[in-house]
T-cell receptor, first 112, second 111 residues
Protein backbone atom coordinates (compact mmCIF):
# COMPACT_ATOMS: atom_id res chain seq x y z
CA UNK A 1 0.00 0.00 0.00
CA UNK A 2 1.27 3.47 -0.83
CA UNK A 3 0.21 4.92 2.49
CA UNK A 4 -1.51 8.24 2.98
CA UNK A 5 -0.65 10.57 0.12
CA UNK A 6 -0.65 14.32 0.48
CA UNK A 7 -0.07 17.06 -2.04
CA UNK A 8 1.54 19.44 -2.44
CA UNK A 9 4.52 18.67 -0.19
CA UNK A 10 5.50 22.32 -0.13
CA UNK A 11 3.58 25.44 -1.01
CA UNK A 12 4.62 29.06 -0.83
CA UNK A 13 1.93 31.60 -1.48
CA UNK A 14 1.10 35.21 -0.83
CA UNK A 15 -1.34 36.48 1.72
CA UNK A 16 -4.87 36.55 0.37
CA UNK A 17 -4.43 33.67 -2.03
CA UNK A 18 -6.48 30.51 -1.90
CA UNK A 19 -4.69 27.35 -0.80
CA UNK A 20 -5.94 23.83 -1.41
CA UNK A 21 -4.30 20.85 0.25
CA UNK A 22 -5.16 17.34 -0.88
CA UNK A 23 -5.16 13.95 0.75
CA UNK A 24 -5.67 10.40 -0.39
CA UNK A 25 -6.21 8.07 2.58
CA UNK A 26 -5.22 4.42 2.70
CA UNK A 27 -7.71 2.29 0.81
CA UNK A 28 -10.24 0.68 3.15
CA UNK A 29 -9.79 3.18 5.96
CA UNK A 30 -13.01 4.79 7.10
CA UNK A 31 -11.77 7.76 9.12
CA UNK A 32 -9.71 10.70 7.95
CA UNK A 33 -8.14 13.43 10.06
CA UNK A 34 -6.58 16.80 9.26
CA UNK A 35 -3.97 18.15 11.68
CA UNK A 36 -1.93 21.33 11.77
CA UNK A 37 1.49 21.49 13.40
CA UNK A 38 3.46 24.58 14.38
CA UNK A 39 6.27 25.21 16.82
CA UNK A 40 4.08 27.46 18.92
CA UNK A 41 0.89 25.42 19.11
CA UNK A 42 2.12 21.89 18.51
CA UNK A 43 -0.14 19.32 16.86
CA UNK A 44 -3.76 20.48 16.51
CA UNK A 45 -6.70 18.45 15.25
CA UNK A 46 -8.61 20.56 12.73
CA UNK A 47 -11.37 18.22 11.57
CA UNK A 48 -12.10 14.55 11.12
CA UNK A 49 -14.41 12.54 8.91
CA UNK A 50 -15.98 9.16 9.46
CA UNK A 51 -17.32 7.40 6.37
CA UNK A 52 -16.87 10.67 4.44
CA UNK A 53 -19.05 12.63 6.89
CA UNK A 54 -17.52 15.47 8.94
CA UNK A 55 -17.88 14.49 12.59
CA UNK A 56 -16.01 17.17 14.50
CA UNK A 57 -14.81 20.43 12.99
CA UNK A 58 -14.40 22.28 16.27
CA UNK A 59 -10.69 22.59 15.64
CA UNK A 60 -11.09 24.53 12.41
CA UNK A 61 -9.71 27.94 13.36
CA UNK A 62 -11.94 30.21 11.31
CA UNK A 63 -14.43 30.39 8.49
CA UNK A 64 -11.48 30.83 6.17
CA UNK A 65 -10.84 27.11 6.61
CA UNK A 66 -13.02 24.48 5.00
CA UNK A 67 -12.64 20.75 4.40
CA UNK A 68 -14.47 18.30 2.20
CA UNK A 69 -14.45 14.59 1.61
CA UNK A 70 -16.46 13.93 -1.54
CA UNK A 71 -15.62 10.22 -1.54
CA UNK A 72 -13.72 7.61 0.45
CA UNK A 73 -10.48 8.17 -1.42
CA UNK A 74 -10.09 11.94 -1.43
CA UNK A 75 -10.23 14.91 0.88
CA UNK A 76 -9.32 18.58 0.58
CA UNK A 77 -8.50 21.29 3.08
CA UNK A 78 -8.99 24.78 1.73
CA UNK A 79 -7.87 28.10 3.16
CA UNK A 80 -9.39 31.20 1.59
CA UNK A 81 -8.03 33.81 1.98
CA UNK A 82 -4.72 32.66 3.42
CA UNK A 83 -2.82 34.65 6.06
CA UNK A 84 0.80 34.47 7.27
CA UNK A 85 -0.34 32.93 10.57
CA UNK A 86 -1.64 29.93 8.60
CA UNK A 87 1.96 28.94 7.87
CA UNK A 88 2.39 25.43 9.26
CA UNK A 89 2.75 21.80 8.32
CA UNK A 90 -0.62 20.24 7.61
CA UNK A 91 -0.90 16.50 8.12
CA UNK A 92 -3.57 14.17 6.88
CA UNK A 93 -4.04 10.81 8.59
CA UNK A 94 -6.37 7.86 8.19
CA UNK A 95 -7.44 4.85 10.19
CA UNK A 96 -9.91 1.99 10.30
CA UNK A 97 -12.12 1.98 13.38
CA UNK A 98 -10.19 2.56 16.61
CA UNK A 99 -6.91 1.36 15.17
CA UNK A 100 -3.65 3.14 14.69
CA UNK A 101 -3.46 6.35 12.74
CA UNK A 102 -1.36 6.44 9.60
CA UNK A 103 0.03 9.84 8.70
CA UNK A 104 0.94 11.33 5.38
CA UNK A 105 4.22 13.13 4.96
CA UNK A 106 2.60 16.51 5.37
CA UNK A 107 2.16 19.67 3.36
CA UNK A 108 4.41 22.52 4.44
CA UNK A 109 2.60 25.81 3.83
CA UNK A 110 4.31 29.18 3.88
CA UNK A 111 2.15 32.27 3.49
CA UNK A 112 4.15 35.42 2.81
CA UNK B 1 -14.22 14.15 27.55
CA UNK B 2 -11.05 12.32 26.62
CA UNK B 3 -7.75 13.98 27.44
CA UNK B 4 -4.11 12.99 27.34
CA UNK B 5 -1.43 14.51 29.52
CA UNK B 6 2.30 14.23 28.90
CA UNK B 7 4.21 15.48 31.90
CA UNK B 8 7.55 16.26 30.33
CA UNK B 9 7.65 18.83 27.56
CA UNK B 10 11.37 18.73 26.99
CA UNK B 11 13.84 16.06 28.10
CA UNK B 12 17.61 16.11 27.64
CA UNK B 13 19.63 12.95 28.23
CA UNK B 14 23.07 11.64 27.50
CA UNK B 15 23.57 8.57 25.34
CA UNK B 16 23.11 5.28 27.21
CA UNK B 17 20.90 6.89 29.84
CA UNK B 18 17.56 5.28 30.63
CA UNK B 19 14.37 6.97 29.48
CA UNK B 20 10.88 7.14 30.86
CA UNK B 21 8.26 9.48 29.43
CA UNK B 22 5.03 9.84 31.33
CA UNK B 23 1.55 9.69 29.82
CA UNK B 24 -1.77 9.80 31.64
CA UNK B 25 -5.19 9.83 30.10
CA UNK B 26 -8.73 10.39 31.21
CA UNK B 27 -11.49 8.31 29.69
CA UNK B 28 -14.18 6.22 31.30
CA UNK B 29 -14.30 3.29 28.93
CA UNK B 30 -12.05 0.89 27.07
CA UNK B 31 -9.25 2.59 25.21
CA UNK B 32 -6.56 1.81 22.69
CA UNK B 33 -3.24 3.43 23.51
CA UNK B 34 -0.41 4.53 21.26
CA UNK B 35 3.01 6.12 21.25
CA UNK B 36 4.10 7.92 18.10
CA UNK B 37 7.51 9.32 17.26
CA UNK B 38 8.30 12.26 14.98
CA UNK B 39 11.91 12.56 13.86
CA UNK B 40 13.06 16.04 12.80
CA UNK B 41 11.43 17.07 9.55
CA UNK B 42 9.35 13.93 9.27
CA UNK B 43 5.78 12.83 9.90
CA UNK B 44 4.49 10.92 12.91
CA UNK B 45 5.16 7.20 12.92
CA UNK B 46 3.81 4.52 15.21
CA UNK B 47 6.25 3.39 17.89
CA UNK B 48 4.00 0.93 19.69
CA UNK B 49 0.37 0.29 20.56
CA UNK B 50 -1.76 -1.40 23.19
CA UNK B 51 -5.21 -2.81 22.45
CA UNK B 52 -5.56 -5.65 24.95
CA UNK B 53 -3.64 -8.51 26.58
CA UNK B 54 -0.20 -8.18 28.12
CA UNK B 55 0.03 -4.65 29.54
CA UNK B 56 3.75 -4.53 28.79
CA UNK B 57 4.06 -3.71 25.12
CA UNK B 58 7.25 -3.85 23.12
CA UNK B 59 7.71 -1.63 20.13
CA UNK B 60 10.34 -0.81 17.57
CA UNK B 61 13.89 0.34 18.31
CA UNK B 62 13.96 -1.09 21.83
CA UNK B 63 11.07 0.96 23.18
CA UNK B 64 8.43 -0.46 25.48
CA UNK B 65 5.42 0.87 27.34
CA UNK B 66 3.40 -0.34 30.27
CA UNK B 67 -0.34 0.10 30.57
CA UNK B 68 -1.39 0.51 34.20
CA UNK B 69 -5.17 0.65 34.17
CA UNK B 70 -5.53 1.69 37.81
CA UNK B 71 -3.33 4.72 37.20
CA UNK B 72 -4.67 5.54 33.73
CA UNK B 73 -1.07 5.59 32.60
CA UNK B 74 0.89 4.39 29.58
CA UNK B 75 4.50 5.38 30.18
CA UNK B 76 7.15 4.91 27.52
CA UNK B 77 10.53 3.46 28.44
CA UNK B 78 13.86 2.60 26.90
CA UNK B 79 16.75 1.23 28.97
CA UNK B 80 19.53 2.86 26.96
CA UNK B 81 18.91 5.74 24.56
CA UNK B 82 20.91 6.55 21.46
CA UNK B 83 21.62 9.85 19.74
CA UNK B 84 19.27 8.75 16.95
CA UNK B 85 16.36 8.73 19.41
CA UNK B 86 16.34 12.52 19.31
CA UNK B 87 12.75 13.24 18.27
CA UNK B 88 9.36 14.33 19.54
CA UNK B 89 7.22 11.67 21.19
CA UNK B 90 3.43 11.74 21.32
CA UNK B 91 1.14 9.66 23.47
CA UNK B 92 -2.35 9.07 22.04
CA UNK B 93 -5.62 7.53 23.17
CA UNK B 94 -8.54 6.25 21.13
CA UNK B 95 -11.78 5.64 23.00
CA UNK B 96 -13.63 4.59 19.86
CA UNK B 97 -14.58 7.80 18.11
CA UNK B 98 -11.35 9.68 17.59
CA UNK B 99 -7.70 9.66 18.56
CA UNK B 100 -6.58 12.30 21.05
CA UNK B 101 -2.89 13.23 21.19
CA UNK B 102 -0.88 14.61 24.06
CA UNK B 103 1.11 17.80 23.51
CA UNK B 104 4.30 15.86 22.89
CA UNK B 105 7.67 15.53 24.58
CA UNK B 106 10.77 16.75 22.82
CA UNK B 107 13.66 14.40 23.55
CA UNK B 108 17.19 15.57 22.92
CA UNK B 109 20.02 13.07 23.26
CA UNK B 110 23.52 14.40 23.80
CA UNK B 111 26.23 12.40 22.02
Amino acid sequence: DAGVIQSPRHEVTEMGQEVTLRCKPISGHNSLFWYRQTMMRGLELLIYFNNNVPIDDSGMPEDRFSAKMPNASFSTLKIQPSEPRDSAVYFCASTLGAGELFFGEGSRLTVL
Amino acid sequence: AQSVSQHNHHVILSEAASLELGCNYSYGGTVNLFWYVQYPGQHLQLLLKYFSGDPLVKGIKGFEAEFIKSKFSFNLRKPSVQWSDTAEYFCAVNGGDKIIFGKGTRLHILP
